[in-house]
């Protein structure tokens, strides 16, 4: 296998590959762990608290039919397949973000239960 040929399929297993939750153990004890480890979209599992963000009202809003959000001081829009759709137990508005091309995206988004 050529240099370039292993370099490809090792670029192809890095960007393939899931992206991890980073559990530092903080969220250990909440009676609410489990729960925020059962949380998907439609872009897959949200992971857990420790990964989640919570956003205060200003850095986010809705037209009543989508939602967008406020990262890093860039609107983004939040795609309908990432909303949590079950109740919001928390009570917070969160999000769940990765990066793509170096600007935010929303991997979920649970609108807030007390908003």
Request: aromatic residues 12%.
């Amino acid at each position: 296998m050529s240099r370039v040929t292993r370099a490809a399929l090792l670029g192809v297993i890095v960007f393939a590959a899931p992206v991890l939750g980073r559990d530092d153990g903080r969220y250990a004890n909440s009676p609410l762990k489990s729960w925020f480890e059962s949380l998907q979209s439609e872009f897959g599992q949200c992971c857990t608290n420790a990964d989640g963000y919570i956003i205060s009202d200003p850095d986010w809003d809705t037209d009543g039919v989508h939602y967008r959000v406020r990262i890093d001081d860039e609107w983004v829009k939040v795609p309908d397949g990432a909303v949590i759709k079950q109740f919001n137990r928390a009570g917070w508005t969160m999000v769940w973000k990765h990066y793509l091309d170096g600007h935010p995206k929303v991997r979920c988004f649970m609108p807030g239960s007390m908003s």
